[in-house]
T-cell receptor, first 112, second 113 residues
């Protein structure tokens, strides 16, 4: 199974509501990243949180990291229709500097 | 800056044909990677490069070749296409290591019949 697993697989909310997505992983990490992918497009980096950080903010995005539970969450506040996309977490595994491991993503739909 | 560019956007091949997917970046990044994305799965690393003249295998390298003659370009070659290689292919570059922020191209959608 994959290092990073997002939950839920799909999420549908109304515009203005908050959206929370979770990512769980199995081994120690150097950092964890979140990416967004609009339909038919490439991935866009949203935020990177390092293993010694617990929380980071970027605009309407808030990411938390709990290394004891091996989990992270991405919160999008006051969602907009334009936030409709797939969201992926990617983990940078400790002791393996070669790559990121991507999860299978959460499909977020924001209804106007 | 154009960032990471990929050509073609879409390609149809017959089984056994060969082709090259092009990737270029204008950010002077040392690290470049090729990923494939299949439905219901995360991106999987095919090959990567840590600089001109240096390449290495990722998670799913079989059936693919790469070379890196310049910092800017990192083409991916399919030697003899198979239906299992039907996928969306993404090229990415990064400033630091492969574990730092990845900048992705728009992707190439490949269909092998």
């Amino acid at each position: 199974s994959q290092q990073g697993e997002e939950d839920p697989q799909a999420l549908s909310i109304q515009e203005g509501e908050n959206a929370t997505m979770n990512c769980s992983y199995k081994t120690s990490i150097n950092n964890l990243q979140w990416y967004r992918q609009n339909s038919g497009r490439g991935l866009v980096h949203l935020i990177l949180i390092r293993s010694n950080e617990r929380e980071k903010h970027s605009g309407r995005l808030r990411v938390t990291l709990d290394t004891s539970k091996k989990s992270s969450s991405l919160l999008i506040t006051a969602s907009r229709a334009a936030d409709t996309a797939s969201y992926f977490c990617a983990t940078a595994v400790s002791g393996s500097a070669r790559q990121l491991t991507f999860g299978s993503g959460t499909q977020l739909t924001v209804l106007p | 800056n154009a960032g990471v560019t990929q050509t073609p956007k879409f390609q149809v091949l017959k089984t056994g044909q060969s082709m090259t997917l092009q990737c270029a970046q204008d950010m002077n990044h040392e690290y470049m990677s090729w990923y494939r994305q299949d439905p219901g799965m995360g991106l999987r690393l095919i090959h990567y490069s840590v600089g001109a003249g240096i390449t290495d295998q990722g998670e799913v390298p079989n059936g693919y070749n790469v070379s890196r003659s310049t910092t800017e370009d990192f083409p991916l070659r399919l030697l003899s296409a198979a239906p299992s290689q039907t996928s969306v292919y993404f090229c990415a570059s990064s400033r630091g290591t492969l574990q730092e922020t990845q900048y992705f191209g728009p992707g190439t959608r490949l269909l092998v019949l």
